[in-house]
C-alpha cells in the first residue's frame, strides 16, 4: 500500500544555491510535541511549532515552502509571550549540521535522576534545549522558546555525527563523533563532561537511550552493536550479526526491543537484552552474502525508527524508498517514495513521518492500527521488566514468548 502524503516544508533556493552541502542529515521533534527541527544545510537550523505546521498543510495543501511569504510562520515579538505563542526561529550554528536532539527538563516518566541541585536550570521548570552537533566537533545548545545560544561544548575532535537526551529529564547528552568516542554531558552542569566511552574502533554514527535510560546504544563504522550501562558508564555487550557498518539505531517504546539499519541492506530488531535478532527486514532481494555485503550500495539503509504504538518501524534506504513494517510481518504494510532521503523520525504522536532530503522535508501518514489489548499489557509488562525476569515469571510458555516478542 502507498503511504498517504501528508505535507512538504520545501528548502529555500536562489540562483547561488548549490546543491553540495544542502545535505539534510537530521530531523528531531521535541518531546512534548510542540517544536521540529531539521538542518536545512549551510549552517542553518529551521526550527518551527508543529501545530502550526499541520494547520498549514491542512489550510495550504501539502506543499510549504519553508520561506514562503503566504505560509511563513509567525516570529517571535517579546520573550514574555514565548510560551504562549510558540515562533519559528532560523539558527545559523556557524558550521554544517550533523545532528539534533531536544533535550527536557520535564522527565517523560518518573526521573531516575537523584541530583536535584539544579545550577543554570532548575529541576522540573519547563525547560526546552535544542542541541546541535556540528561539522568542526562543537555542539551549540540554544533555547528553543527563545532561540539563544546557551552552551558551547569543545571536546569533540571531529564531526558530531550524532546526539541523545536521556528521556528522564535530567537534562544528560550523549554525543556520538568520528573521534571514535561518545561524551556524557550534563547540561544542567553548565555542560559539564561526565565521561568519554571508549571502545568502537572507528566512526561513531548513532546513539540512542533506552526509555528508561538505563542503557545506551551505540553504532558505528564497523558490524557490531555497542550496548552500555548508564549507571556505571560501563560497556554491557556488543551484538553480533550485521555485515556491514551500522548507521542508526533506536530503542521500542517499551524498551524490550532494538532496531538497528545497516549498509548490509538489512534491518534488525534485536532483544537487547540477551542479544537475539527476532527480526529480519531485508531491503535487497535474495540478500547479499556475507562477503559481498557491502557490494549493493544502491540498497543501503541509512534510517531506521519505531513508532509509538510499538508494532511498527519505518525504514529508509537508497533505493529511493521509505518501508513502514510491522514487527510480526515480513513484507512492508505501506511504501512511499523518497529520492536521496537521509534521515526519518516519528512525530512524537506517532502519526506523521518526517524524512529529510537535500534540505527539505515530506510528511507521511503512518499506519493506523488499534492495539490489541495483549500488546498493550505486553509493553506495560515489559517498561518495568528485562528479559531475564520475564522468563522467571510463573506462567505458561507461550504468554513467556509472546512476551519475548518471539510469536
Not at 37 to 55: D, F, M, T
Not at 86 to 104: K, N, Q, R, T, Y
Not at 364 to 388: E, G, N, Y
Request: proline share 5%; charged share 20%; hydrophobic share 40%.
Amino acid at each position: 500500500a502507498r503511504s498517504r502524503t501528508v505535507g512538504e516544508l520545501l528548502a529555500p533556493t536562489s540562483p547561488f544555491d548549490k546543491k553540495c552541502g544542502r545535505e539534510n542529515w537530521t530531523v528531531a521533534f521535541a518531546p512534548d510535541g510542540s517544536y521540529l527541527a531539521w538542518s536545512q544545510g549551510h549552517r542553518i537550523v529551521k526550527l518551527v511549532p508543529w501545530a502550526q505546521c499541520l494547520n498549514n498543510f491542512l489550510l495550504h495543501g501539502t506543499k510549504n515552502g519553508a520561506n514562503a511569504a503566504g505560509t511563513r510562520l509567525p516570529r517571535q515579538s517579546s520573550e514574555g509571550s514565548q510560551k504562549n505563542k510558540p515562533c519559528e526561529h532560523v539558527i545559523d550554528c556557524g558550521d554544517i549540521v550533523w545532528s539534533l536532539a531536544f533535550g527536557s527538563s520535564v522527565p517523560e516518566k518518573q526521573s531516575r535522576c537523584v541530583n536535584i541541585e539544579w545550577h543554570r536550570f532548575k529541576f522540573g521548570q519547563d525547560q526546552l534545549l535544542l542541541a546541535t552537533g556540528l561539522n568542526n566537533g562543537r555542539i551549540k545548545i540554544w533555547d528553543v522558546y527563545t532561540g539563544k545560544l546557551l552552551l558551547n561544548l569543545m571536546d569533540h575532535t571531529e564531526v558530531v555525527r550524532d546526539l541523545t537526551f536521556a528521556p528522564d529529564g535530567s537534562l544528560i547528552l550523549v554525543s556520538a563523533s568520528r573521534d571514535k568516542t561518545l561524551r556524557v554531558w550534563d547540561l544542567k552542569d553548565d555542560g559539564n563532561m561526565m565521561k568519554v566511552l571508549r571502545g568502537h574502533p572507528n566512526w561513531v554514527y548513532g546513539c540512542a537511550f533506552s526509555p528508561d535510560s538505563s542503557i545506551l546504544c551505540s553504532v558505528g563504522a564497523s558490524k557490531a552493536v555497542f550496548l552500555w550501562d548508564m549507571d556505571k558508564y560501563s560497556m554491557l555487550r556488543k551484538l553480533e550479526g550485521h555485515h556491514n557498518d551500522v548507521v542508526a539505531c533506536e530503542f521500542s517504546p517499551d524498551g524490550a526491543l532494538l532496531a538497528t539499519a545497516s549498509y548490509d541492506t538489512r534491518v534488525y530488531v534485536w532483544d537487547p537484552h540477551v542479544g537475539v535478532i527476532l527480526r529480519e527486514f531485508g531491503h535487497l532481494f535474495p540478500p547479499p552474502t556475507p562477503i559481498f555485503a557491502g557490494g549493493a550500495n544502491d540498497r543501503w539503509v541509512r534510517s531506521v525508527c519505531f513508532s509509538h504504538d510499538g508494532l511498527h518501524v519505518a525504514s529508509l534506504a537508497d533505493d529511493k524508498m521509505v518501508r513502514f513494517w510491522r514487527i510480526d510481518e515480513e513484507y512492508p504494510v505501506q511504501v512511499a517514495p523518497l529520492n536521496n532521503g537521509l534521515c526519518c523520525t516519528f512525530s512524537t504522536d506517532g502519526s506523521v513521518l518526517a524524512a529529510g532530503q537535500d534540505g527539505s522535508l515530506y510528511f507521511w501518514a503512518t499506519p493506523s492500527q488499534v492495539s490489541s489489548l495483549q500488546h498493550l499489557c505486553r509493553m506495560a509488562i515489559r517498561r518495568v521488566m528485562p528479559t531475564s525476569q520475564v522468563k522467571n515469571l510463573p506462567i505458561p510458555g507461550k504468554v513467556v514468548e509472546f512476551l519475548c516478542y518471539q510469536i
